[in-house]
Nanobody, 130 residues
Framework: QVQLVESGGGTVQAGGSLRLSCEAS?????????VAWFRQAPGKAREGVAV????????YYADSVKGRFTISQDNAKTTLYLQMISLKPEHTAVYYC??????????????????????WGQGTQVTVSS
C-alpha cells in the first residue's frame, strides 16, 4: 500500500520561506512517472502547483508560482520537496503531494489535473500572515 506523507507546513509571515516534504512509503523501489504538488485554498478548487515528469526529466510550474517555488526529489526518489520563498498571504492553502506510476510523458499541456494521480497525501496546512 503506497503512502504519501507530507510535512513542513506551518505559519509564516509574508516574505518568509517554507520547505514542504513528502515521503513515499509502502512499495520499495516503486518508480513514479509523475510526482506533483497541488494546493487548495479556502473556498477554492484544488489546483496544480508544480510537477515532475520523471521519465522525461522535466519540471513544470503554475504561472502563479514561477520564480518562487521549486519542486525537487532526493536521489533515492522517495522524498519530494517543495521549496517556497517570498511567500504571500495568497499562498495560504492546504498543500498536497501526489504521485502516479502509469507511464506518461508531458503533452502539449504539461499541467496534469488531479484526476491523473492515483496516490495522494493527507495534506499540510500553509498559512502566510500579512
Amino acid at each position: 500500500q503506497v503512502q504519501l506523507v507530507e510535512s513542513g507546513g506551518g505559519t509564516v509571515q509574508a516574505g518568509g520561506s517554507l520547505r514542504l516534504s513528502c515521503e513515499a512509503s509502502g512499495r520499495p523501489g516503486r518508480t513514479y512517472s509523475m510526482v506533483a504538488w497541488f494546493r487548495q485554498a479556502p473556498g477554492k478548487a484544488r489546483e496544480g502547483v508544480a510537477v515532475i515528469y520523471t521519465l522525461a526529466g522535466t519540471t513544470y510550474y503554475a504561472d502563479s508560482v514561477k520564480g518562487r517555488f521549486t519542486i525537487s526529489q532526493d536521489n533515492a526518489k522517495t522524498t519530494l520537496y517543495l521549496q517556497m520563498i517570498s511567500l504571500k498571504p495568497e499562498h495560504t492553502a492546504v498543500y498536497y503531494c501526489a504521485a502516479d506510476d502509469r507511464p506518461v510523458l508531458p503533452g502539449p499541456n504539461p499541467h496534469p489535473s488531479e484526476l491523473d494521480f492515483g496516490y495522494w497525501g493527507q495534506g499540510t496546512q500553509v498559512t502566510v500572515s500579512s
